[in-house]
C-alpha cells in the first residue's frame, strides 16, 4: 500500500480515539457526575463507518489480488478477539473476588447468575441466548458491536471483490431503509441503540452494514472525486472536524427529538465529516498524538467495561469508598488509568500475539505449499509463489 492513505488514517485514527473516550464517558457516568455525555452512543455508528472507509482502503486491492478471504477474517479475528478475550477474563475475575459475586456498575447491582454457562457463550464472541442473562455480552458489554463488526467483516471479506460502487451504495442504502423502519418501530420506546439488545438483533446487523458499507462507499468516491479545495495539510483543519464530531457525540438533542438527532447525525452529518476528514492531512506536530489515541482506541474501547466494573465491584468495596463522593476527579483519574494500561498492554501483548498468530496462519501455508510441491510442475510453483498472500 502507498504512503498516500496511511497519511490520512492519522485523522481517522485520532477521531475513532475521542469517541472511544466519549464512550467511557458515558459508560462510567457515575464517576464523572454531573457531567453527562448521553448522546455518545452514535461514536459506534462512527466506528463502523470509519472500519468501512480503512478496510477497504487496506484490503480490498489485497482481496483483489488473491488474498484468501479466508485469510482476511483470520487478520480481523485475530484484530479483534484478543483484548477482548482479555476483558471478558477481567470481568470474570471481577466475579470471583466480588463480595457474594455480585458486581456493581457504579452503585447498581449487577447480578450474573450462572457465571461459567455466560463464560462459555462469552469467549466465542457470540450472543449468550439465555433470557435470563442481564444483557447479551454481561462480561463486556461494549462486545455486541465487536460481533457485529466481525460478522460484517466476514461478509465484507467473501464478496469484496465482486463489488461495484453501485453494489455497495445499494448495500448502504437497503440497510439503511431498514434502520429507519427499525427506529420507526421502536419509537413508541424510545430505542435507539440497535443491537446491544435481543429484541432489536436485526437492527444491530442493518446499523452495521448501512454505516460499514457507506464507509467503503465513501472511500471509492473519495478517490474519484476527493475535495481538492480543501487545505490538505493542516493541523487547524483537522482540529476543526475533530470538533465537530465531538460536538454532535456530546450535544443532547432537545427532549423527544433523540431520533430525529440520531438520524441527522448518523445518515448525514457523520457521511459529510469523513469525507471531508479523507481529504486532510493533520499538520506533523499533532501526528503523534493522533497516532496515539488510534493506536490506544480499540484497547480503551475494550477493556474500559471491565475495569469499571473491577473498580466498583472490587476495589471501591474491599475499601469502603463510595465513588460517587470524589466525582468528577475519580472519572478523571479512572480514564487517565484506562489510557494507560491500555496503551501498555496494546504495546506488550496485543501487538506481539497478533504478529506470533499471523505468523501461525503464514507457517500452514507454507506447509500446505510444501505438501503439493511433488504433484506441481517448477513453472507452476513459481505462479504459486506469485499468488502467495502478503
Known amino acids: 500500500m502507498s504512503n498516500e492513505p ?36 452514535m461514536a459506534v455508528d462512527l466506528f463502523f463507518l470509519l472500519s468501512g472507509v480503512v478496510i477497504e482502503a487496506s484490503y480490498q486491492h489485497r482481496l483483489r489480488a488473491g488474498l484468501p478471504p479466508l485469510h482476511f477474517v483470520w487478520i480481523r479475528l485475530i484484530r479483534i478477539y484478543p483484548l477482548y478475550l482479555l476483558g471478558t477474563l477481567v470481568t470474570f475475575l471481577a466475579i470471583l473476588l466480588a463480595r457474594g459475586h455480585l ?32 444483557a447479551e455480552f454481561p462480561f463486556d458489554q461494549p462486545a455486541w458491536s465487536l460481533f457485529f463488526e466481525l460478522a460484517v467483516n466476514v461478509a465484507y471479506g467473501f464478496i469484496a471483490t465482486k463489488l461495484s460502487l453501485r453494489h455497495v451504495l445499494l448495500i448502504a442504502a437497503s440497510c439503511g431503509l431498514g434502520l429507519l423502519a427499525c427506529l420507526l418501530y421502536f419509537h413508541h420506546i424510545h430505542m435507539i441503540e440497535m443491537g446491544c439488545m435481543r429484541r432489536a438483533l436485526l437492527g ?7 454505516s460499514f458499507f457507506l464507509g467503503v462507499a465513501l472511500f471509492r468516491i473519495h478517490a474519484a472525486f476527493p475535495l481538492s479545495f480543501i487545505t490538505p495539510q493542516s493541523a487547524i483543519v483537522s482540529g476543526i472536524v475533530i470538533a465537530f464530531i465531538v460536538a454532535i457525540l456530546v450535544t443532547s438533542p432537545p427532549g423527544g427529538h433523540a431520533t430525529c438527532d440520531y438520524i441527522l447525525s448518523v445518515f448525514v452529518l457523520f457521511p459529510a465529516i469523513i469525507y471531508a476528514a479523507l481529504s486532510v492531512v493533520p499538520g506533523k506536530s499533532v501526528v503523534p498524538l493522533w497516532v496515539f489515541l488510534g ?14 466494573f473491577f473498580l466498583c465491584s472490587v476495589i ?20 487517565a488509568f484506562v489510557i494507560a494500561i491500555s496503551h501498555f498492554l496494546d504495546r506488550v501483548f496485543d501487538l506481539p500475539l497478533r504478529r506470533f498468530l499471523r505468523g501461525l ?3 500452514g501455508e507454507e506447509k500446505r505449499a510444501a505438501s503439493a510441491e511433488p504433484a506441481i510442475s517448477k513453472t507452476d510453483h513459481t505462479e504459486l509463489e506469485r499468488a502467495k498472500p502478503l
Not at 204 to 210: M, Q
Not at 295 to 308: A, E, G, N
Request: glycine share 4%; no cysteine; charged share 10%.
Open 6 to 41: 496511511k497519511q490520512y488514517f492519522h485523522l481517522l485514527s485520532a477521531l475513532r480515539g475521542i469517541a472511544a473516550i466519549l464512550v467511557v464517558l458515558r459508560h462510567t457516568a457515575p464517576l464523572f457526575t454531573p457531567i453527562q455525555f448521553q448522546m455518545s452512543y
Open 103 to 134: 458486581l456493581l456498575n457504579g452503585t447498581i447491582p449487577y447480578v450474573i447468575p450462572h457465571k461459567l454457562e455466560l463464560l462459555a457463550f462469552a469467549v466465542t464472541l457470540l450472543p449468550n441466548p439465555f433470557i435470563w442473562a442481564p
Open 204 to 210: 444491530g446487523f442493518l446499523r452495521t452494514g448501512f
Open 295 to 308: 493506536d490506544t482506541s480499540y484497547s480503551v474501547y475494550t477493556l474500559h467495561f471491565p475495569l469499571y
Open 316 to 335: 471501591a468495596v474491599d475499601f469502603d469508598v463510595s465513588l460517587n463522593l470524589y466525582a468528577p476527579w475519580i472519572g478523571v483519574w479512572f480514564l
Open 361 to 363: 496462519w503464514h507457517e
